[in-house]
């Protein structure tokens, strides 16, 4: 068997392309741009190079994108007003607060103080708490961009058996959320999880989003599994994944890593915007 590669890359091209066209109508009905405030904080390689791609992928689908780029030194304080005067901005649709921040900054206030109507990475308490409850409003990106990506492979999630590696509030909870409220039967797994190859090779729906290099090796994986490789290591100077490429061997479906979850991450991102402007200044009836 050699696994059905879930390609992130053509999907969120596409969400892309649907993206830029609803904004096109939005305009032609009178409708204001979408504008996504983007807060970077240091010179940190990733981040500088993710927020690069959004960058681009903001202007092919007509999203305004400024960034605000802080240094390094740079203190609570002053990315908390930073981002209460996009806050107040009238013309800011969303505003993503690029992570990692630097040591010395309260990650936990800067998530708080976010307006939740323009938290277009779904982290703020009130966002988390609207999908704990069942009633999303904005949704984390990456989790969102792992269930957009199995539906458009058509894989089948109600009445199967999830297991998510990894419980962090960015991708673990929700995506565990997501999956519950699509009538999956879900485990969380972690690092205290006793037998984890054993829980892995139960699943019909195997996310892997622990962190740890080629965690996920081939015998531990259902023959026939959806795999989804979300983790992102550097190795000898290569960017691997939380998933060992023998696993393609086994399962049925599995995201490339690299090209797999981080273009949906950015579609998703991008979706979010769209979203939040168009609840925020509905068109004109």
């Known amino acids: 068997m050699t696994a059905v590669q879930l390609d992130g890359r053509q999907v969120a091209a596409s969400i892309f392309d649907e993206i830029g066209r609803r904004i096109h109508a939005r305009l032609e009905g009178g409708g204001s741009r ?5 807060v970077l904080v240091g010179d940190d390689p990733a981040s500088e190079t993710y927020v690069r791609m959004k960058r681009k992928n903001s202007e092919d689908a007509g999203i305004e994108s400024p960034d605000y780029h802080l240094p390094s030194t740079a203190a609570t304080d002053e990315v ?51 999908l704990a409850i069942g009633s999303p409003n904005l949704v984390p990106c990456t989790p969102a961009g792992i269930i957009e990506l199995l539906d458009r492979y058509g894989i089948e999630l109600a009445g199967r058996h999830a297991v998510v590696i990894g419980r962090s509030n960015l991708v673990g909870k929700p995506v565990s959320l997501l999956l519950l409220y699509r009538h999956a039967t879900v485990t969380i797994c972690h690092s205290r999880t006793p037998d984890l190859a054993a829980e892995s090779r139960r699943a019909d729906v195997l996310v892997a989003a622990a962190g740890q290099p080629h965690l996920v090796q081939r015998d531990w994986v259902k023959p026939g599994a959806a795999v989804i490789d979300v983790g992102v290591s550097r190795v000898d100077g290569k960017l691997v994944g939380d998933v060992e490429p023998e696993v393609a061997e086994v399962a049925g479906w599995l995201t490339p890593n690299p090209g797999g979850v981080g273009p949906m991450t950015r579609a998703m991102l991008l979706l979010n915007t769209l979203r939040a402007e168009e609840l925020r200044r509905p068109l004109p009836s």
């Open 34 to 38: 979408p504008h996504l405030a983007v």
């Open 80 to 130: 908390l007003g930073l981002v209460e005067r996009l806050n107040d901005d009238p013309a800011v649709s969303g505003i993503l607060v690029q992570a990692p921040l630097p040591a010395q900054i309260d990650s936990a206030a800067v998530m708080e103080r976010i307006d939740p109507a323009r938290d277009v990475d779904g982290l703020t308490p009130y966002n988390a708490g609207r």
